[in-house]
Each structure stands twice: as structure tokens, then as C-alpha cells.
């Protein structure tokens, strides 16, 4: 019916719009992660304008049909109150369902939040049109309009095929739930070979490149590097551009060594396959001695800075209090990890002994000439680091006037003993009259974390998820890297992010399931019957590890947002059957009439919503382009646990409550029945 059709469509540009309205009345702007967010509410939406379109046009056809036809007005109202409260208790666990992402600590909570904001307005600003604008449409479009007496063919075929498969569960329960329960079985056998992984990996095409050579290395040299790791990436059509860039300044936020420099890389658009020119760069790299390269995008090095501190997703972290041994073992944990598949990009911060300079300061001799060690330290620095004294105006620009040494003295160390130092009398000494100069070795950086001394070993991963070879990682270096007392390692970056996250949505989604029960108790007033429609939780669970192990095995953060999206989807879907079932005893059938006789009546809606929803999803399941790493993911789970749950749901419900549910009518007060749209009909007899 055309006009169904466009009461249902008109709902959804409404839902969208009054969504976006409120996430800009709170500051969140229009991304990836909010457009997300509203496709993964977009079957909820749909849903609310199909509850209400459909009852209403259902009720109408029959009224017209009744000997005694009521007013099509009161039609209408009846119809809307009668699903209204499972409406809004629906939308409410909806809400309390997706809480835990707002529990996300960290890189990933700042990425979902959005995600979360936007899910929430929609469904929210949906439920306000369902209770407000669909059913004046329906007032406006079917009142007092012919419909058709039966249904469309369409949904008589539904009926005809899913009217024997309901009986079938009805007469048989116990084998239905049997093999339920064998399907979630072996669902959950599923997980052990799934492998884990923080988040997808970002399909930059822009990469950054840090490589370092070994401390003490000039600026010359580096710049070498360059230049040959540019001629080389050069040759491949895949790369568009290629441009280095050694040390950065003093003043920089990443200001760093002449040793160490960056590589900037654009990805051709022609190039289809991004781990190969990945490898390409891995390779170019690798024929260049005594330089280390950090393969990555601009975006997957912040987020593993923010995480670990260090731009690779694997830090392996070592503490202790001397230098030398924790090089030492940083070298052995190295070697270990050499062996371990799927580990690229590996090294170890580059803390080893260089040359320096040490001048130690006569207290006694510098007091004679009036001098003291601060003022010896200024002088050297001045010297060798040099000072702004003054600024120079010239063609209307200002330079600072820097004064020290020349090139030449600060290039040879050795000309530190032959610094002139002024005194307070005018005279100029030698810097020996007054410290021992001397050339030696000692640490060229020392890095702490806690106060601890540490070393860092950094890796990518290329080809296995980094879950799988974390575990493979420790179980080698258990076993070839004794430990040494004082001296303890911490596995870092985006294993030790994706663990906590896992941690702290497995705690947030069990305080959000007592409140979905609470609701759920509420809403249906009979335990037995709240427990009947959470146990449909481990039948979404099903598709969804399906799902994942069909797409690539993999668990990060997005997928788990994605179970928790459809836990919500599955109670709504209870709570809505359980709730027909009572309206249908509270209008006095009997209790295997209103299981049959409810679940038909379902059937229609049920299936357009979990259509309607499904297709949500397929865009942002087919591509792998930038802009869908982390949206895929949870697009895949919620896609093939809305095909197990609205199948099972539709048969195993009704299985459930045939053999487990409460065959009286829940005892809700006048004002309860009255708010459910059962007011007037029979009253639960104890």
C-alpha cells in the first residue's frame, strides 16, 4: 500500500533531521562515526514508523470489515496506544544498551562516542515522530479509505511458509530449542580461532615513514639516506610521491636528532593493493644498512603515540635500574621476536653509549678568579648552543642576533679546554684552568616511565592480528629470556588498549543488562517472562561470530560495539512479541492462540524491519576504502546477527513461551492497561 509506504518513509528524513538537530545543539559535528551512528539506528527508525503504520492499517482493514465499524479516528488512537508503551520501553533499553560505549576510556572512547551520540538521537528523535507525526499521517492518508480486504500476495506467501514452521515449533519445542542451543554451542567454538585486535587497521593512503640511523650520525648522512630511499621508491608507478625530511627543529613538538628523519608518502590511486606497496617500502628500506624504518599512516602513529608512547601498535617495554642490562635484555627480547610471524618493522630504541664530553667543574680554582659553576655553564652554553642577545631589522624583518663560537671550534670537541672564560676583572683563562675537560662514552638519551628507567622494543604487524601474536611473543620470551630480579616487562600499545577496552565494555554491559532487565520486568510484569526474552540474547550472538569469522576472524573494538548494538535490536524484538502476546490474552485468546495468532501477526513488520535495517548495513559492509575501517567491522556483526535473531526469534520465542511461559496474563493496574491500549478488555483472574 502506497500510502503505509510513504507514512514509513516520510518518518525517517524526520527522525534523521530532528537527530541532526540535537547532536549540533550539543557541539558534535557531521563525521564518519556520526553518519555511522545514524545508519546503524536506521532500522530502528524504520521500525518505529512500522509498528505504528502497520498496527493502524491492520486495525482499519479490520474495522471496515466489522459488522459494527467504529469511528476510523478512535481507530487510529486505539491502534497507537496499544504499542505504544512496548515503543518506548523498547527505545529506552535501546539507549541503556549502547551506554557502555560512552564508557570507553581513551583513543577508542573518543572515537565511538560520537557513534554512540548519534545512535541515541536517532532512535530518540524516531520514537518522538512514531508517538507525534505517525499517526496524524495515518489519520491523513487511510482514514476513511478504501484498503484492500486481504493482504498482499507478498504477505500471504510469508504467512503461508512460516504458518507451518510455527506449528511445527509449537507442537515440538524441545527439539527446537535443542538445536538452538547446539547452533549457539557451536557459535561459541568459533571464538578460541578468532583473533583480536584493537582497531582495524586505517586505510591511509598518505603514510609516514620515521627512520632513524644510529645515534651520532650526521646530518649529511641522513640526508644520504634520503636521497636514496627517494630515488628508489621512485621507480614504482604505485607511489605517486616521496619526499624526506631530516632532524626537525628545536622548537618543534617532535624535535629530534639529525639521526633521525621522516619519509612522507603518497599512494597512487591506481594502486588497488595498500599492503603491497607497504611491503615495497619494507624492502627498499631493508637494502640500506644501519637504518630503521617505522612503516605507518599519520593517523595509526598518533593513535599508538597516545597508547604506548612510541609510533609502532606493538611496545614491549623493559624496566629496570641499569642501562646495560636493560639493553641487554632489549636485544634478547629482539632476537626472540625476529621469529615470530607477522612481525615487521621490528627494533629496539636506539639507548646506546656515545661520545661525549664531559667538563667537570673546579670549585676551589673557579672561586679564585671569582667564577662560579653557574656562570662557567652559561659560558659554555652560549659557546657551543648559543644565545639570542639582540634582533636585526632587515627589509621589515625581524632576525635574532645569535652569538657563539665559530664552526670550526664547535665541530671539535677537543677545543672546549681552549675556551676563553671572562672574569669579573676582565681577565680572559683558558676553561682548563678551572675543569678537566675529558672525551668519554656515556648513555646518548635515558628514558623514564614512572620514574623507572626503560627501554622500549617497537613492531607493526602485517598480515596476522595482533592479539595472536602477543600471545606467541610471550610464550617465547618466557621461555628464552630469564628473568633478572629488579628488572620486569610491560606489553604495550594497541594489545594493552584493546584488552582494557575489552575489560571495560564486558563490566559496562553488565550493569546495562540488569537495567535492560529492570525495564524489561516493567514492561512485561512477569519474571518468567523477562528471563524468556533475554534468553534471546545468545541467538543474535550467533550471526555475529559467524559473521566475524566469515569476514576475517578478527575481533577489535568495533566489533564488540557492534554486539552490544544488537543485543538491543534482539530484546526490542521480545519485548515487542511478548507484549502482542499479552494484548492478544488481555482481548480473551487463549494462551496457544495468542503465542500463534501474535507470532503471524509479527511476522510482517518483523521481517521489513530486519530488511530495512540489513540493507542499512551494506554499504558500509562492501569496500574497504579510508573512511570504513571502523564502521566495517561493526556493520558485519550487526548484519549477520540480525539474520540469525530475526529468524530464531520468530520460531524460538514463540518455543519458548509454548513450553516455559506463564499462561495467565501478567497483572498490570488499570493505568497500565489502560496506557497499553488494553483498557476494557479482560482482567487477569488469580
Not at 185 to 200: E, I, Q, V
Not at 418 to 430: V, Y
Not at 554 to 578: C, D, E, H, Q
Amino acid at each position: 500500500n502506497w500510502r503505509t509506504m510513504l507514512i514509513t518513509l516520510t518518518s525517517l528524513p524526520l527522525s534523521v533531521v530532528l537527530g541532526l538537530i540535537v547532536l549540533n545543539w550539543f557541539g558534535v559535528g557531521l563525521n564518519t562515526m556520526t553518519l555511522g551512528g545514524l545508519a546503524i539506528a536506521l532500522g530502528e527508525v524504520i521500525d518505529d514508523a512500522i509498528i505504528d503504520a502497520e498496527n493502524v492499517y491492520r486495525r482499519l482493514r479490520e474495522n471496515n470489515l466489522s459488522a459494527d465499524p467504529q469511528p476510523p479516528l478512535k481507530v487510529i488512537f486505539q491502534g497507537s496506544v496499544q504499542i505504544r508503551g512496548s515503543v518506548l520501553f523498547a527505545t529506552l533499553i535501546l539507549c541503556i544498551v549502547i551506554a557502555p560505549v560512552f564508557a570507553l576510556s581513551g583513543v577508542e572512547g573518543r572515537i565511538f562516542t560520537p557513534l554512540g551520540l548519534a545512535y541515541i538521537a536517532a532512535i530518540l528523535a524516531s520514537l518522538l515522530v512514531a508517538l507525534t507525526v505517525t499517526p496524524a499521517l495515518c489519520y491523513i492518508l487511510l482514514a476513511g479509505r478504501r484498503l484492500p480486504d486481504d493482504e498482499t500476495p507478498t504477505v500471504r506467501f510469508l504467512k503461508r511458509v512460516y504458518h507451518p514452521v510455527l506449528r511445527f515449533a509449537l507442537a515440538r519445542p524441545v527439539p527446537i530449542l535443542a538445536g538452538s542451543a547446539l547452533a549457539f554451542a557451536a557459535s561459541l567454538l568459533l571464538l578460541p580461532f578468532l583473533g583480536k585486535t584493537f582497531l582495524p587497521e586505517f586505510q591511509e593512503r598518505n603514510l609516514v615513514i620515521a627512520v632513524s640511523q644510529y645515534p651520532g650520525a650526521n646530518l649529511q648522512s641522513t640526508q644520504q639516506v634520503g636521497i636514496a630511499i627517494e630515488q628508489a621508491l621512485g621507480k614504482y608507478p604505485e607511489i605517486e610521491t616521496a619526499q624526506f625530511r631530516a632532524g626537525r627543529a628545536l622548537g618543534d613538538d617532535d624535535a629530534g636528532g639529525v639521526n633521525f628523519g621522516e619519509l612522507d608518502v603518497q599512494i597512487s590511486e591506481k594502486a588497488t593493493d595498500r599492503e603491497r606497496v607497504l611491503d615495497i617500502i619494507r624492502d627498499e628500506f631493508a637494502k640500506i644498512p644501519g637504518v630503521n624504518a617505522n612503516v605507518g599512516g599519520f593517523i595509526s602513529h598518533r593513535v599508538d603515540e597516545v597508547l604506548s608512547g612510541t609510533r609502532a601498535a606493538i611496545a614491549i617495554k623493559v624496566f629496570g635500574p641499569d642501562l646495560t642490562v636493560l639493553r641487554n635484555k632489549a636485544e634478547q627480547i629482539r632476537r626472540v621476536m625476529e621469529t615470530v610471524p607477522g612481525v615487521v618493522d621490528l627494533q629496539v630504541e636506539p639507548q646506546v653509549p656515545v661520545r661525549q664530553v664531559s667538563v667537570r667543574f673546579d670549585r676551589d680554582r673557579a672561586a679564585r678568579y671569582g667564577l662560579t659553576v653557574g656562570t662557567l655553564s652559561e659560558e659554555i652554553e652560549t659557546a657551543f648552543n648559543g644565545r639570542v642577545v639582540s634582533q636585526v631589522l632587515e627589509n621589515q624583518r625581524l632576525f635574532d642576533l645569535v652569538v657563539w663560537t665559530v664552526p670550526e671550534a664547535r665541530d671539535r670537541p677537543e677545543l672546549i679546554r681552549e675556551l676563553l672564560i671572562d672574569t669579573p676583572t676582565g681577565q680572559k683563562i683558558p676553561l682548563s684552568q678551572v675543569a678537566t675537560v675529558t672525551i668519554d662514552e656515556g648513555p646518548n638519551t635515558i628514558n623514564r616511565q614512572n620514574v623507572s628507567r626503560r627501554i622500549v622494543v617497537s613492531a607493526n604487524t602485517s598480515g596476522r592480528d595482533i592479539g595472536s601474536i602477543i600471545a606467541e611473543a610471550r610464550t617465547k620470551i618466557a621461555e628464552q629470556v630469564p628473568p633478572t630480579t629488579g628488572y620486569y616487562l610491560d606489553y604495550g600499545g594497541q594489545f594493552e588498549a584493546q584488552e582494557r577496552a575489552t575489560r571495560e565494555l564486558i563490566l559496562f554491559s553488565v550493569l546495562a543488562l540488569v537495567g535492560v532487565t529492570v525495564l524489561l520486568y516493567l514492561s512485561v510484569r512477569s519474571v518468567r517472562s523477562t528471563l524468556l526474552i533475554l534468553s534471546n540474547l545468545p541467538l543474535a550472538l550467533i550471526g555475529g561470530i559467524v559473521a566475524v569469522w566469515l569476514g576475517g576472524g578478527v575481533l577489535s573494538v568495533a566489533s564488540l560495539v557492534g554486539f552490544i548494538t544488537l543485543f538491543g535490536v534482539a530484546n526490542r524484538n521480545g519485548i515487542i512479541l511478548v507484549t502482542t502476546y499479552n494484548q492478544l490474552m488481555a482481548e480473551g485468546k487463549d494462551f496457544d492462540t495468542a503465542i500463534e495468532e501474535g507470532s503471524v501477526e509479527r511476522l510482517s513488520p518483523v521481517l521489513m524491519t530486519a530488511l530495512t535495517a540489513s540493507l542499512a548495513m551494506v554499504p558500509l559492509m562492501i569496500g574497504s576504502g579510508a573512511g570504513k575501517e571502523i564502521l566495517q567491522p561493526l556493520a558485519v556483526v550487526v548484519f549477520g546477527g540480525l539474520f540469525t535473531s530475526t529468524l530464531l526469534t520468530l520460531v524460538v520465542i514463540p518455543a519458548l513461551f509454548e513450553r516455559f511461559g506463564s499462561r495467565e496474563l501478567p497483572a498490570f493496574t488499570e493505568q497500565e492497561r489502560k496506557a497499553m491500549g488494553m483498557e476494557g478488555m479482560l482482567v487477569d483472574q488469580d
